[in-house]
């Protein structure tokens, strides 16, 4: 299987920032999309950030020119950098992958997702 591990989030000021981390740990697989949601309380559960099978970024609208993705050279850790954080941004943001798990006789595709990390943005 795999794991993904979070860190990074906490409390900061409207127009702060901060980065989180996603690292994705196991055996078998290979990446296939991977990135970051969130999900505010008495919402749905929303994409925010992430690279697609070709490599291309997606961005939310709500966050275009604010947060930026990156990874690291293997592809299995991703990062989000949250720059002029708003109120509005406050949520459990979590890490997603959808993979392909690799047997010997077959493979197939899932999703993961991480524990969620807590970003508050108040003054």
């Known amino acids: 299987q795999v794991q993904l591990v979070e860190s990074g989030g906490g409390l900061v000021q409207p127009g702060g920032s901060l980065r989180l981390s996603c690292a994705a740990s196991?055996?078998?697989?290979?990446?296939?999309?991977m990135g970051w949601y969130r999900q505010a309380p008495g919402k749905e559960r929303e994409l925010v950030a992430r690279f697609t099978r070709g490599g291309r970024i997606n961005y939310a609208d709500s966050v275009k020119g604010r947060f930026t993705i990156s990874r690291d050279n293997a592809g299995n850790t991703v990062y989000l950098q949250m720059n002029s954080l708003k109120p509005e941004d406050t949520a459990v943001y979590y890490c997603?992958?959808?993979?392909?798990?690799?047997?010997?006789?077959?493979?197939?595709?899932?999703?993961?997702w991480g524990q969620g990390t807590q970003v508050t943005v108040s003054s």
């Open positions: 196991g055996s078998g697989f290979s990446i296939n999309t």
């Open positions: 997603n992958a959808d993979v392909t798990i690799m047997r010997i006789t077959t493979f197939y595709e899932s999703r993961f």
